[in-house]
């Protein structure tokens, strides 16, 4: 089954197309973007084509490719006990191909920050930006970044911040 979903803000239109429910429902605890459906014209455009596959199914060429650890400057390889990943980046269209297999859910955001996170921070700092999840608090002049991993309490904080007098000024965008 192919999983196929758009993430649009005004900076940045994701696409991601997966044969895995796994990999589609971690990319959707991650980002915070708009609907599909928005009109908002992106100025930077991304296509992760991202598979879960069994090391068995690969052709001889993937295998090889599994095995290495590091294929150049626009392909990386990470290996995490059984689990494998590896991903590659072509900056001039703005299309990343990975592949994944045998992870668990011990080892579910490290190959996530391999195959998604990392390639997205590479193409958006060739560009200049700088992406950052966190929530921003501000009591007066004073301002709390708050930055972390997902799942790390940063809403949480931030939401008990904003109860003791803090303005939740944004959360993750």
Do not use: W
């Amino acid at each position: 089954m192919q999983h196929r979903k758009t993430y649009i803000n005004q900076y940045l239109r994701i696409r991601v197309f997966t044969n895995s429910a796994r990999i589609s429902k971690l990319i959707d605890n991650v980002l915070d973007l708009d609907s599909p459906h928005s009109k908002t014209s992106s100025k930077i455009k991304v296509d992760f084509y991202l598979d879960e596959t069994d090391i068995k199914t690969l052709d001889d060429d993937k295998k090889f490719l599994y095995q290495r650890r590091f294929d150049g400057g626009n392909s990386l390889i990470l290996s995490i006990g059984k689990a494998m990943a590896r991903v590659s980046i072509n900056h001039k269209t703005g299309v990343v191909n990975g592949f994944v297999y045998s992870y668990r859910k011990s080892c579910e955001e490290r190959l996530l920050d391999c195959i998604f996170m990392g390639p997205l921070r590479g193409i958006l700092a060739r560009q200049d930006l700088c992406p950052v999840h966190a929530a921003l608090v501000c009591k007066g002049m004073n301002c709390i970044l708050i930055s972390g991993t997902h799942s790390s309490g940063k809403s949480t904080l931030a939401l008990t911040l904003a109860l003791n007098g803090f303005s939740l000024l944004t959360d993750d965008k």
